[in-house]
């Protein structure tokens, strides 16, 4: 057995980054990707400019980076325990210092522009001192640089004569770089580091969780890639599906290595462990569902979360029967919502309306929405429950939670948000608790959306989108030519006219919302042209001949005339029309204002009726 000690010791910055180089430090699987920006932000969050301005204060870390020792016939290795983005700093300060100390090139930059080169030959000169590494810089020669790194033309025929007044620029940063102007910094600033010698790779990652348990900025996702990495002893039935989770897997370390600069953790197909199954299962969702997030660090990730619910543990629950049981649940319920969505949202229809608007809706939900959704579906299934009576169950919750996100007026979106299963006022044990009934009745996931809370929520979105206003300004101009922007909420009811009213072959066309009465309509008092009951999504090539004409114009071909077939319950007929709006020529004119307000409540109606009975049919 081999004797176990935790040494501390000290390295040179150029002892590092020599060992970075030589590949002798390497990043363990369990280790977290480096998350520093390289400049200050408003937040003050941890930044490589900060840390390296503490290194030239301090001359020395201060708090050890810890490393595993491990050694081999040939050479003695590190795995990084502790400090990966403290070492990332580091490095990238020594191979681009100018990319964290931009300024201090600002003098240098000023002088080339004056000198008597083309814009591109200062380009070039400028990004050459940008990418010179900490080591050129600082045992930089004017001439002996450019004529060693193929810049010998541009040396002797434009730069050799300006050597002189180079000098004094270079010397002016290389003792901005030096430790208090005099000596260099990879060789003054020391590194203090714990070196665990004879752990294990699992001792090491105990080490790690323990190190990092009381950190607040570690999320438990990431805490959990070293509670798992050892739990590994489940086999996956679907073999199919396992291949297509290890490319996942191997993704997720390939971009967990991206712009590290220590040698990363290669996955290989036979080191899966519980953390690997649940991060490349949610992004082999992700992949395959548009609503399903990549895993992510931030807190706990949803299929983690998904998993604890089912099993209230991490511990000692990843066997094989409950690891294949996750996957036909999940794939199910993934499943069962992308279905759900299908039917809201049918791609066909909503690309020809309103150009994925409302399929873009769908990217506003967040993973605890997500999380309470796919609980309640979990919940159904453990119920045996019918696929169609889900479905309508989780339609009228995503409608009444995206239409009431469409409200203005804070108490009455507040009242309504009362009845939004999926929304949540806290975290933690909230959230916990509200799985849990879902887990144990689903159906409370709609159950207090009522026929009378749509109407009085629809009823809201109609008031809030009906502003009347004067047509002229006391300046003789006209107010607000520009078409006002539909809400999601007037774009669903129309949406799911549309699919009760229209033929799929229809709706082979480009479409447009257009107004009942034309946009560029007079009226005197006030009213709003663009209130819902008086826009339709029409084809946009019948829209086209119409102008500024009258409504009849839709109905010169036989396609406007079929198609105004469907909608002639929306559509006035010529009679009602004309009761409201007189054309002058060329310019329409709003006659009625109280007719015409009744053929806008009339339609809405309509829209409202329609979409409350595919909800409650």
């Known amino acids: 057995m081999t004797d176990k000690r935790i040494k501390n010791d000290q390295w040179s910055v150029k002892q590092l980054i020599a060992k ?9 699987k369990f280790q977290r990707k480096k998350k520093w920006d390289t400049l200050p932000k408003k937040n003050s969050s941890p930044n490589e400019y900060a840390y390296i301005k503490f290194l030239y204060d301090t001359e020395n870390s201060v708090h050890a980076i810890t490393f595993g020792q491990e050694s081999n016939s040939k050479c003695v290795f590190y795995s990084n325990i502790d400090g990966n983005n403290r070492i990332n700093a ?20 000023i002088y080339i522009d004056t000198l008597d080169l083309q814009d591109d030959e200062k380009i070039v000169l400028k990004t050459i001192f940008d990418e010179l ?10 001439n002996k640089y450019f ?22 620029h270079i010397e002016k940063i290389q003792e ?3 430790v208090n102007g005099n000596d260099n910094f990879d060789s003054t600033v020391k590194i203090n ?6 752990y294990n790779t699992d ?10 348990k009381y950190n607040s900025k570690l999320t438990e996702t990431e805490l959990l890639a070293c509670r798992l990495h050892n739990i590994g002893n489940f086999t996956i039935d679907n073999k199919p599906f396992e291949t297509k989770l290890y490319v996942c897997i191997k993704e997720y370390y390939e971009q967990k290595s991206n712009q590290e600069v220590l040698d990363c953790y290669e996955f290989k197909d036979a080191n899966m462990n519980a953390h690997d199954f649940i991060v490349g299962f949610q992004n082999l969702c992700n992949n395959k569902y ?31 029967k409950n690891v294949n049981d996750f996957i036909e649940k999940m794939n199910d319920s993934c499943e069962i919502l992308q279905e759900t969505i299908s039917n809201i949202f049918t791609d066909h229809i909503d690309t020809k309306l309103f150009h994925n608007t409302c399929q873009d809706k769908l990217k506003t939900l967040k993973k605890n929405n997500l999380f309470m959704l796919i609980s309640s579906i979990l919940g159904f299934k453990t119920k045996n429950e019918q696929k169609s009576i889900i479905i309508k169950h989780l339609e009228k919750c995503l409608m009444f939670h995206f239409f009431t996100s469409d409200i203005k007026e804070k108490d009455v979106r507040e009242d309504l948000k009362n009845n939004d299963s999926i929304t949540y006022r806290a975290g933690g044990a909230f959230i916990e608790n509200t799985v849990k009934k879902l887990l144990s009745n689903p159906e409370t996931i709609s159950n207090k959306l009522s026929i009378e809370l749509f109407n009085k929520l629809i009823n809201q979105v109609f008031n809030e989108s009906n502003s009347p206003h004067e047509r002229k300004l006391d300046n003789g101009e006209t107010k607000n030519d520009k078409r006002r922007k539909m809400k999601f909420s007037e774009k669903t009811l129309m949406f799911y006219y549309y699919k009760e009213k229209i033929p799929t072959n229809l709706l082979n066309h480009e479409f447009s919302i257009e107004h009942i009465a034309p946009n560029s309509s007079e009226w005197e008092g006030e009213l709003d042209k663009d209130r819902t009951g008086n826009l339709i999504p029409i084809i946009s090539t019948i829209n086209s001949q119409r102008g500024n004409k009258h409504i009849n114009s839709y109905k010169e071909t036989e396609k406007g005339k079929g198609f105004c077939g469907y909608i002639n319950d929306i559509i006035p007929d010529e009679q009602v029309y004309n009761n409201i709006i007189q054309h002058y020529g060329k310019k329409p004119f709003i006659v009625n204002n109280k007719k015409y307000n009744e053929m806008c409540e009339n339609n809405e109606k309509k829209y409202k009726g329609n979409f409350i009975n595919c909800l409650f049919k």
């Open 20 to 28: 970075v180089d030589n590949g002798e430090i390497i990043k363990p």
């Open 90 to 109: 580091i490095k990238h300060f020594m191979d681009r210092p100018f990319e964290i100390f931009s300024e201090y090139l600002t003098d240098l930059k």
């Open 133 to 142: 590494t900490y080591n050129q810089i600082m045992n930089f020669k004017y």
């Open 147 to 168: 004529n060693e790194n193929n810049f010998e033309d541009l040396y002797n025929s434009k730069l050799k004569i300006h050597r002189d007044d180079f000098e004094p």
């Open 176 to 178: 901005k770089l030096r």
């Open 193 to 198: 580091v714990n070196l665990f010698e004879g």
């Open 203 to 212: 001792e090491l990652c105990k080490t790690f969780e323990d190190i990092n």
């Open 290 to 320: 548009s609503f399903i997030g990549a895993t992510d660090v931030d807190g706990l990730s949803l299929f983690f979360k998904l998993w604890k619910a089912l099993h209230n543990s991490f511990t000692d629950t990843f066997t094989t």
